[in-house]
């Protein structure tokens, strides 16, 4: 069967310099320098997106800009600057704007320049360039993109590149678009859509592999990216069973790419998986899988890596955790931490200090200040409103 229209999901992914570890150099002339060190340094200086781990010591500073909210209901996107010392949020100007049928999930690319909302009832991919001054949204030049039938999830790589939309109708599978970084204008990529259950698809940090979470058939898939095409290859083993529970959805992978979560939503647990660098194949984690609360429809992995949450739209709760050096999880004290009625998408921001969670029922935006610990705080005058629904939300950054 498809994925049910009803059950939605958020996926996040944080970039951050954490446990960075090599045993490859290169060579310079006063130094060797690790090259993944080199290479999420070169991402820092470009990124400011969170959508959703101390180990973290990078002179980059972020402050969020911007928020972005789909809402399934009403058929539109709620835009918000964000309060960089409250993390509170205020209405743009002209906000809400026009998307397609029942959008589901939001990304940006990596600078904040561009929006994509995956339309589950349209069957399409609505794109928007955004005013990098007032956080304003304009419809880009084509929009919105076709994509196979019923699109749950939309993701962005780290250097903005390509989109990726997970679609569950039919056999299910991944339409692949190259992003034209003037316009933010999507080309089907050669070969698109690519075969495979993904109802939720996300990029890792390192920009080599899209993970797939197989809702249909309790499978977790994993594809290669070709660097200069965008295309996709699924990985020797892919799609993976072993070590998922049913009906798989929530989906984050920690800033550094070793480890990648499942949120289980029949089982009311979470899988964890190593993720061997070389060929992109997983290994299930010892412990895993985790229990968490009641339908976990979200994960997200601070931007330090110390911290995954999971939003269980079941209890309106989320849950939170420590990741321990070797990925596993372990409750933050006094988790599961009651949020609200609809919860369907969590998301870290940039600078790791606020949680943004999508409240379905009526439709808001909860914020909350979190801890030294990971504990999650409401800040003051949160709920804040936002459209009919809302399913998802990605906050964008500045660099200072």
């Known amino acids: 069967m498809p994925l049910p229209s009803h059950l939605k999901k958020h ?5 951050g310099q954490t446990r960075i570890q090599s045993e490859t150099y290169l060579e310079a002339p006063a130094a060797k320098v690790p090259i993944r060190k080199f290479l999420w340094a070169l991402l820092l200086l470009i990124l400011g997106i969170s959508g959703c781990n101390g180990k973290y010591s990078s002179p980059v500073l972020y402050t969020p800009a911007f928020l972005y909210a789909a809402n399934n209901g009403s058929n539109n996107v709620s835009a918000f600057s964000v309060m960089p010392s409250s993390g509170a949020l205020t209405p743009v100007t002209g906000s809400p704007y026009m998307a397609g049928t029942s959008p589901t999930s939001i990304a940006a690319d990596p600078k904040g320049k561009f929006v994509y909302v995956a339309n589950a009832g349209s069957n399409n991919v609505s794109a928007y360039a955004t005013d990098p001054t007032s956080g304003a949204l304009s419809n880009v030049p084509g929009s919105p993109f076709s994509t196979g039938i ?4 939309v993701t962005v790589d780290p250097l903005g590149r390509f989109v990726y939309a997970g679609f569950g109708g039919g056999p299910g599978g991944i339409s692949a678009y190259t992003i034209n970084t003037s316009t933010g204008v999507l080309t089907p990529i050669l070969g698109s859509p690519f075969t495979g259950d993904a ?8 920009g080599r592999f899209l993970f797939a979470a197989g ?3 309790n499978t977790f898939s994993v594809f290669t990216i070709n660097s200069q095409s965008g295309a996709l290859l699924a990985v020797n083993g ?3 069973t072993i070590g998922v529970g049913k009906n798989p959805l929530g989906l984050a992978v920690d800033p550094t790419g070793q480890f990648v979560y499942l949120g289980n939503t029949a089982d009311g647990t979470i899988s964890a998986f190593a993720v ?3 060929n992109g194949t997983l290994t299930p984690l ?3 899988p985790f229990t968490t609360g009641s339908d976990p ?10 911290f995954l949450f999971a939003g269980t739209f079941g209890d309106g709760k989320v849950s939170g955790y420590t990741i321990g050096a070797s990925g596993m999880l372990t409750p933050i004290s006094g988790s599961p931490f009651t949020v609200g009625a609809g919860i369907l998408a969590v998301a870290v921001d940039a600078s790791g200090r606020f949680l943004y969670v999508a409240d379905n029922s009526p439709g808001s935006v909860r914020v909350l200040s979190l801890g030294a610990n990971g504990a999650p705080t409401a800040i003051t005058g949160s709920p804040f409103a936002a459209g009919s629904g809302t399913e998802a939300v990605v906050v964008t950054a500045r660099i200072q």
């Open 11 to 15: 996926t996040c992914l944080e970039l």
């Open 276 to 278: 061997d660098h070389v």
């Open 199 to 206: 109802a939720t698809v996300i990029v890792d940090p390192t």
């Open 150 to 153: 019923l699109p749950t999830s």
């Open 238 to 240: 892919s799609p993976f």
């Open 286 to 288: 010892a412990g895993s």
């Open 215 to 217: 809702f249909n058939t």
């Open 297 to 306: 429809r979200s994960l997200c992995v601070d931007p330090k890596g110390s």
